[in-house]
């Protein structure tokens, strides 16, 4: 049994996000930050994903704004970031995003929104089959095996770097282990 449940991530519910998906919204700064060279983007989210996501940005974006939206601030220190904790009321733009407008009535320009709330687990379900997972994630062995003898795991689901080229290696391997498993070699 291969498990490849990937990594659910949390869309919070403010006005506008769904609406500018692929039009600024991304969730993603590894594979979309590139697009913002040179500009302006925001940072939504208060934990240790943001802090990652802001630390990709960094040397791609003029300047970072991290949004907590009323959350406690992370510990951040970098000359073109900023951070700020006013609850946002909604994400706002003509044809992509272009600003963000906060609950007290203020505004904030940005070309950009990467999402970074915390992850919402997929593996649940994998824990109930007694398999050992660590902040979430799938614990698998150098040949994608999990505790479980014949359980495997690849992809998102066992952390890492969330991206395809990842996923696929460690669905092959797995993939190919259980065929030598199966020749008995
Ligand atoms: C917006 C966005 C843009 C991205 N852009 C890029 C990019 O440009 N380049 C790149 O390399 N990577 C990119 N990524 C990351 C890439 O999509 C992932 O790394 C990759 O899809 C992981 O593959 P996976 O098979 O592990 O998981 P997924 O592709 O997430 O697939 C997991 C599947 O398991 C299903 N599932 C979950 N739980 C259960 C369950 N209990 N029972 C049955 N099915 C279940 C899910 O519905 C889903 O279909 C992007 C991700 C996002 C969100």
């Known amino acids: 049994m291969i498990l490849a449940t990937g990594n659910k991530k949390n869309k919070p519910k403010i006005k506008g996000i769904e609406k ?106 994998a824990k109930k089959l007694g398999i050992v997972t660590n902040k979430d994630k799938i614990v698998v062995n150098e040949n994608m095996e999990t505790n479980i003898k014949g359980i495997y795991a690849c992809g998102d689901c066992t952390g890492g770097l969330l991206q395809v080229s990842k996923a696929v290696y460690e669905g092959a391997k797995a993939g190919l282990e259980i065929i030598k498993r199966q020749r008995g070699i």
């Open 20 to 125: 500018f998906e692929g039009k600024g919204i991304s969730y993603c700064a590894i594979c979309d930050g590139f697009f913002y060279r040179n500009r302006s983007v925001s940072v939504l989210g208060s934990g240790n994903y943001a802090v990652a996501e802001t630390n990709e940005l960094i040397n791609i974006a003029d300047n970072i704004t991290i949004l907590t939206n009323g959350e406690k601030a992370p510990e951040f220190r970098a000359d073109n970031v900023k951070i700020d904790t006013k609850e946002i009321e909604e994400i706002d733009g003509e044809s992509k995003v272009e600003k963000i407008k906060f609950k007290d009535g203020s505004t904030i320009k940005t070309d950009g929104l990467f999402i970074a709330q915390g992850v919402a687990g997929s593996t649940e379900f």
